[in-house]
């Protein structure tokens, strides 16, 4: 196979079928065509040659040229490829460092394997060319709704045809039991594109709960103009949906917009999503309110929020907690979704017995620690007063403000409570060195005796063992994992310290060891602030 005049045009008209068959630039593939051609002919003359074709973009024809760079005397390392100065001048008038010397080489039969390997040549370029337009035409086209047709299944997976290339509908990615044929047409939603070394870069799904969002996008005009906005999706695929909307139009309702006439505009999407339920709430900045609406249809008695904890107790009748809670836990798990909150259900009943254990625990402490009576021990407590902190240190008002209490009975109360604090934080300080605790953790501020001693309990005893502690190591966290979340033990939780707290006290130890420099943690928290503000 030489490359004669004869074929040359035909070199140029392979080239621009391919190009317009795959959807890319012809100059791609002439390239890969000249690289191809390029190989066979280092084969023919040697690999260590510097062999360079060149093709005519209006003849066809193909130069072969072999290519020497002239370097320096002791930087030869492939004398086909490469020659010094002094050899140079036999070429050249003044040769240089960096100059090439081009000859022209005569053009090479291409045998049976090497047209094989400029074939397998000319293809990868294509693919990758092709890869890379699908890549650039599908990259802003992250997070919308896509059309496409049934092509193959592969283990499970579904590969859609979606027009200019191949997408994939992971088996994890489809509603529960659904299964499709070629030539099936299919929606998804494009959750992620990207590139890959092989296979699809458009990666779908119908799992999603951004795919029902912008399905009612599709229905509902108002969503599409901004006029209701969805702020939160939460699913269970297949099965039931929450869906929270409000509207920037005290004149349009969200929900009865959402549901259409006659439920109209809701089935459309219903019936996209395989029969999958969907309940559309008004969304509400008020995190109590918007619960209550999240957990319809059960009814809610009491709302108690930790923000803190990010957690959050629903307190419901006896007769509603089998509906608040749902089938297998999936509309409390819903709301919770929703919410982005932790949420605890009790029955009226089970919060009774709790606050009534609560009580005559607080009592009891504070029998035994202030050496009270029965009566007054629970008078505090109806006060509002949870620990011997609160007794000790609180302004002489609010315990004068309790009936049947003088000033010399509260400064009594308070020289009592600040005894036992200082002989609890003794006992904490002496455990703590008997267990090795170094001065550097004692007279770091910030930290209790008792803190200490948890520290130490957990092997933290010096401040460089602290100062590796991650903030959740300190204050608890939730973890996801496999779709649950899952409580991470805090060391010194149990004395409610957060997260931002536990932060600042690692960080200052960092810094009181030098591994921190303070002017660059002051220039963080600055950028931080300016980008909250943003």
């Not at 630039?25 to 690999?47: F, H, N, T, W």
């Not at 219903?270 to 209550?292: H, R, S, Y």
């Not at 089970?350 to 009534?356: C, L």
């Amino acid at each position: 196979m030489a490359i004669t005049s004869a074929n040359q045009l035909e070199l140029l008209q392979t080239a621009e079928a391919v190009a317009r068959e795959k959807m890319i630039d012809p100059a791609l593939v002439i390239e890969a065509m000249e690289e191809s051609l390029a190989r066979a002919a280092k084969s023919r003359y040697g690999s260590e040659m510097d062999i360079r074709v060149k093709i005519d973009r209006k003849t066809g024809r193909a130069n072969f040229t072999r290519v020497r760079t002239v370097v320096e005397d002791d930087a030869v390392e492939n004398y086909q490829a490469q020659l010094t100065v002094a050899q140079a001048k036999q070429y050249l008038a003044d040769p240089k460092v960096g100059d090439e010397i081009v000859d022209e080489v005569p053009p090479v039969d291409l045998g049976r394997i090497a047209a094989q390997s400029a074939k397998q040549v000319i293809l990868q370029k294509v693919r990758e060319a092709e890869r890379d337009r699908q890549f650039e035409e599908f990259k802003d086209r992250k997070g919308t709704i896509i059309n496409g047709v049934v092509k193959r299944e592969e283990y499970g997976n579904i590969i859609v045809d979606i027009g200019r290339g191949e997408a994939i509908l992971r088996r994890n990615e489809k509603i529960g039991r659904e299964s499709y044929r070629p030539n099936d047409r299919i929606r998804c939603y494009i959750k992620d594109v990207r590139r890959e070394p092989r296979g699809p870069q458009v990666f779908l799904s119908r799992t999603d709960p951004q795919f029902m969002a912008e399905l009612f996008k599709m229905e509902v005009p108002e969503i599409y103009d901004g006029i209701i906005e969805i702020k939160a999706v939460a699913r269970d695929p297949g099965s039931r949906a929450k869906i929270g909307v409000i509207s920037y139009d005290s004149s349009i309702d969200p929900v009865g917009a959402c549901v259409g006439m006659r439920g109209s505009r809701v089935q459309a999407v219903v019936n996209e999503l395989q029969g999958e339920k969907i309940d559309i709430i008004p969304w509400n900045e008020d995190q109590a309110t918007f619960l209550v609406n999240a957990l319809q249809p059960a009814e809610v008695a009491k709302v108690v929020i930790d923000e803190e904890a990010g957690k959050i107790e629903v307190v419901v009748p006896d007769e509603q907690l089998s509906l608040a809670i749902g089938r297998r836990g999936q509309n409390v798990r819903l709301a919770s979704q929703l919410t982005g909150l932790d949420i605890d259900i009790l029955t009226e009943e089970e919060e009774s017995r709790r606050r009534q254990a609560e009580f005559a625990e607080r009592t009891k402490l504070f029998m035994d620690a202030l050496d009270l009576d029965e009566f007054f021990a629970q008078l505090l407590v109806s006060e509002g007063f949870t620990n011997l902190e609160e007794v000790a240190y609180v302004d002489m008002d609010e315990l004068l403000s309790i009936e049947g209490v003088d000033e010399a009975t509260a400064e009594e109360l308070q020289a009592r409570a600040r005894d036992v604090i200082e002989e609890q934080n003794r006992k904490a300080l002496e455990n703590a060195r008997a267990l090795g605790v170094e001065d550097s953790l004692v007279n770091f501020e910030g930290l209790t005796p008792q803190m200490i001693e948890a520290l130490a309990q957990d092997g933290v005893k010096t401040l460089e063992d602290f100062a590796t502690c991650a903030d959740w190591e300190l204050a608890g966290g939730w973890t996801t994992v496999n779709g649950e979340r899952v409580k991470d033990e805090g060391l010194l939780e149990k004395f409610d310290m957060s997260l931002e707290e536990a932060q600042h006290l690692v960080m200052t130890a960092r810094v009181q060891l030098g591994w921190v420099d303070p002017a660059e943690l002051e220039a963080g928290e600055e950028a931080e602030d300016e980008e909250a503000e943003a």
